[in-house]
Nanobody, 121 residues
Framework: VQLQASGGGLVQPGGSLRLSCTVLGNIFSINDMGWYRQAPGKQRELLGTITSGALSKMVDSVKGRFTISRDNAKSTVYLRLKSLKPEDTGVYYC????????????????WGQGTLVTVSS
């Protein structure tokens, strides 16, 4: 099982990006998914989560600017970023709790490799 993240890049302040993260591999179900960010010199922080039923929550610091969504048919979670600021610069990581096989209800947590977002003029 792998999570493949993409969509990062260099963007000017005020710009927008959409990040994607796709689950690859044979699995039974994908439960909660989320996005995190690690800014330079800081700890990784949670940005938002979304359930398999598309109930989403964003942390207050990005609410209104960032939106999480998912397409279950594509095993993909998205993060829409708008009105970007220089302080949004960092590596963005996706996360998923996955039930790999139907015979076991155990969920394993997986992380994507990270995609770099740089907000600069």
């Amino acid at each position: 099982v792998q999570l493949q993240a993409s969509g990062g890049g260099l963007v000017q302040p005020g710009g927008s990006l959409r990040l994607s993260c796709t689950v690859l591999g044979n699995i039974f179900s994908i439960n909660d998914m989320g996005w995190y960010r690690q800014a330079p010199g800081k700890q990784r922080e949670l940005l938002g989560t979304i359930t398999s039923g598309a109930l989403s929550k964003m942390v207050d610091s990005v609410k209104g600017r960032f939106t999480i969504s998912r397409d279950n048919a594509k095993s993909t979670v998205y993060l829409r970023l708008k009105s970007l600021k220089p302080e949004d610069t960092g590596v963005y990581y996706c996360n998923a709790r996955i039930q790999v096989v139907a015979s076991s209800s155990v969920e394993n947590e997986y992380w994507g490799q990270g995609t770099l977002v740089t907000v600069s003029s």
